[in-house]
Nanobody, 121 residues
Framework: QVQLAESGGGLVQAGGSLRLSCTAS????????MTWWRQAPGKQRELVAN???????VIADSVKDRFTASRDDAKNTLYLQMDRVVPEDSGVYYC???????????????WGQGTQVTVSA
């Protein structure tokens, strides 16, 4: 079973920066796609960053001029660097990972508790 550890959220002033981390652990054959999502109060969950197996990363158009993502496969970790944040970036940020179990079984981690990001004006 894969476990996720999401961290790095907190309270930040508009214009500031935060770095979120998502680390996966567990006995798997390999990790595939790793994604960051966010959900603001009263809004639908949206995809923020998608790290494909092999390294290609896609950032949502709404934040691509301010957010970057990187992946460290040696640590099974996906990072989300959030710069020049605005109050609209507030919400709960979730990490989801696709992985392959022994026996070539494809799995996706369930939604965790996420990490809260609050941007003050």
């Amino acid at each position: 079973q894969v476990q996720l550890a999401e961290s790095g959220g907190g309270l930040v002033q508009a214009g500031g920066s935060l770095r979120l981390s998502c680390t996966a652990s567990g006995s798997v054959a390999r990790f595939n796609g790793m994604t960051w999502w966010r959900q603001a109060p009263g809004k639908q969950r949206e995809l923020v960053a998608n790290s494909h197996a092999g390294g290609h990363i896609v950032i949502a158009d709404s934040v691509k001029d301010r957010f970057t993502a990187s992946r460290d496969d040696a640590k099974n970790t996906l990072y989300l660097q959030m710069d020049r944040v605005v109050p609209e970036d507030s919400g709960v940020y979730y990490c989801v990972i696709d992985y392959v179990e022994t026996g070539n079984i494809l799995r996706t981690t369930p939604w965790g508790q996420g990490t809260q990001v609050t941007v003050s004006a």
